[in-house]
């Protein structure tokens, strides 16, 4: 493989489940360690791979510099250390870059994974210790960036994420591109399909006895009992749930209330219809 | 303005800029080995090859470091340095580059090894702490200081040449987060930021710099525990572990590389993985650091 190979989501879309799924699957099926065996698919953000690649750390420029210096380590990246990493950049080029932080050039391949922004909006709430309007607001805020070091080091540097919409169709509508999107809602309802069409994608076993033994070791219940018997140390320090919390499609129904579900589906109304989420 | 030459790390510096973490220079009057000019700086290096982003190295070893919003620093061989500030750059951040990475090239351009340590003063010598960013080498300095080591560098610990393994000090000077800071019960307020907006800020402890080169006592690794493994401190025996681990904490080794100082490097690597104990030090980046300073002075001490 030459490139990068990418799983990207907007946050709390389903990544860490693929990342798990293909960590447990690039070991033969056998279960995983969740503070060990997901760095096999690690995340192209993390600070010690952008510093070492962009040769200076991150941590002395500024939001802006790192714009312009991402993509261009994207390329070293891709060059020197090809391979599968998660995402969560969008397609787009932020404030004060040229380019985006992944130019198409660097890419090999990328599955693109996206949930319905009402389970995503709860989801994100939970994780990161906000209100459910704090997350409806940053799914509609065009200029929403992550892995900004506020008083403290964050082991990630700056993303570009963009509103949800904005960053759903930036990748779907990617030209030259080549891509497999995967509705997070389709994986759970038909899991022993979809996660073979994953592994075609991307040249692994796709065989259905090798693929359900890889679905088993990162079933939700196995990753949950994990994290709740050694921690997770993804999970976010504000937190105020374990991280695999529910996993499910269609929460929101119960846990948003009707207000805010109404502003999510219009301010994404478009994107929705496309993606058939009603 | 006539100012004061510098020390920084054994080498006279003269400069247009101020450089108010430096010690001043109090030794012979040789001319100086490093000048620090103002002036103009092509954007591009002749015959030059990209090293990273923003680095460019030409066949006469010169090398070009290009910071969009701080500015351009051309580093000769000669040690002639010019800086072309970005009009809007503070002075603080053009003295963070080439205090830095400016430093770390000049290190390269001499076949000097400069690991990327914090270090400070233990029993009349120096123990560099190395990571990645955020696993906590400058905090620990800063818990050291506080207890009145002296700390001998920050980013950038120069090794001389030896043997025996000797560090050259750089300057008492810690970058240091919000957090870190508020942690050990100081405060930010008139502290110079990092970067502009940055709730970074440089820490100096200007009556604690020290002059001459110090025997290297010991160098930790931080790393967090992986795999169920227990948080402590243990020493790595085998030398391929330690040269590796020093490989990968060299500063900027695509620039030696790019100017072929490999050899050096790897004999400087060679006398500490022979003549300097090397540990590894397990802990969350998070934990308080005060637990583990009793224990590493008391190693270091024997």
């Not at chain 1, 099926?29 to 070492?52: A, E, H, V, W, Y």
Request: hydrophobic share 40%; charged share 25%.
């Amino acid at each position: 493989m030459s490139g990068l190979a990418l799983i990207a989501s907007y946050p709390k879309s389903g990544n860490t489940w693929l990342r798990a799924f293909l960590a447990s699957h690039l070991r033969g099926g056998q279960p995983i360690d969740l503070n060990g065996d997901l760095s096999r698919i690690k995340n192209l953000t993390g600070r010690s791979l952008q510093d070492k690649h962009a040769g200076l750390e991150h941590s002395d420029l500024t939001p802006d510099e790192v714009a312009l210096l991402r993509p261009l380590t994207s390329r070293r990246i891709a060059q020197l250390q090809p391979g599968l990493y998660k995402t969560h950049d969008s397609n787009l080029v932020p404030l004060g870059a040229r380019e985006p932080a992944i130019p198409a050039d660097a890419i090999d391949r990328l599955v693109y994974i996206v949930r319905d922004p009402r389970d995503v909006a709860i989801s994100m709430a939970h994780h990161f210790g906000w209100t459910p309007e704090d997350s409806v607001n940053q799914m509609a805020d065009t200029t929403f960036r992550m892995g900004r070091s506020s008083t403290r080091l964050n082991m990630n540097v700056e993303q570009w994420v963009s509103s949800w919409s904005a960053h759903v169709e930036s990748w779907l509508d990617a030209a030259d591109l080549h891509l497999l999107p995967l509705r997070y809602e389709d994986l759970l309802a038909d899991p022993l399909e979809r996660f073979t069409e994953l592994c075609r994608f991307l040249d692994l076993d796709d065989t259905r006895h090798a693929i359900s033994r890889s679905l088993e070791a990162s079933s939700f219940t196995a990753l949950a009992a994990q994290e709740a018997r050694t921690g997770f140390r993804e999970r976010y320090p504000a937190s105020t749930a374990p991280f695999f919390r529910k996993g499910g499609a269609g929460g929101w129904r119960g846990e948003l209330p009707p207000g805010l579900a109404e502003r999510v589906a219009s301010a994404h109304n478009r994107v929705m219809a496309r993606l058939a989420y009603r | 303005m006539p100012m004061t030459d510098g020390l920084l790390c054994g080498w006279r510096i003269r400069s247009e800029i101020a450089l108010p973490e430096l010690l001043s220079w109090q030794g012979d009057d040789r001319p100086p080995d490093l000048t620090v000019c103002l002036g103009e700086v092509d954007e591009h290096l002749p015959g030059g090859r990209e090293i990273s982003p923003f680095i460019h190295i030409d066949t006469n070893g010169a090398g070009l470091l290009q910071v969009p919003m701080v500015g351009r620093f051309l580093v000769r061989p000669s040690g002639d340095i010019t800086v072309a500030p970005h009009p809007e750059a503070s002075e603080t951040e053009i003295r963070l580059f080439l205090l830095g990475s400016v430093l770390g090239l000049v290190c390269h351009q001499r076949a000097l090894l400069p690991l990327h340590a914090s270090s400070v003063v233990i029993e009349g010598g120096a123990v560099a702490f190395c990571g990645h960013s955020g696993m906590g080498k400058s905090t620990l300095a800063l818990r050291f200081a506080r207890r009145g080591h002296a700390v001998v560098s920050d980013d950038v610990c120069v090794l001389d040449s030896g043997p025996p393994a000797r560090v050259r000090p750089s300057f008492p000077r810690l970058k240091l987060w919000r957090d870190a800071i508020e942690d050990a019960a100081l405060s930010s307020e008139g502290l110079e930021r990092n970067r502009r907006g940055q709730e970074k800020y440089h820490f100096l402890e200007p009556e604690a710099g020290v002059r001459d080169p110090l025997p290297l006592r010991a160098i930790f690794l931080l790393r967090r525990p992986e795999r169920g493994e227990a948080e402590g401190i243990e020493r790595l025996s085998a030398p391929l572990d330690i040269l590796a681990a020093l490989e990968a904490e060299t500063f900027r080794p695509q620039i030696g590389r790019a100017l072929g100082t490999e050899k050096a490097l790897f004999q400087a690597r060679t006398l500490i993985a022979n003549s300097v104990p090397v540990y590894q030090l397990r802990r969350p980046p998070d934990a308080p650091p005060e637990r583990w300073l009793d224990a590493i002075a008391a190693i270091v001490r024997g």
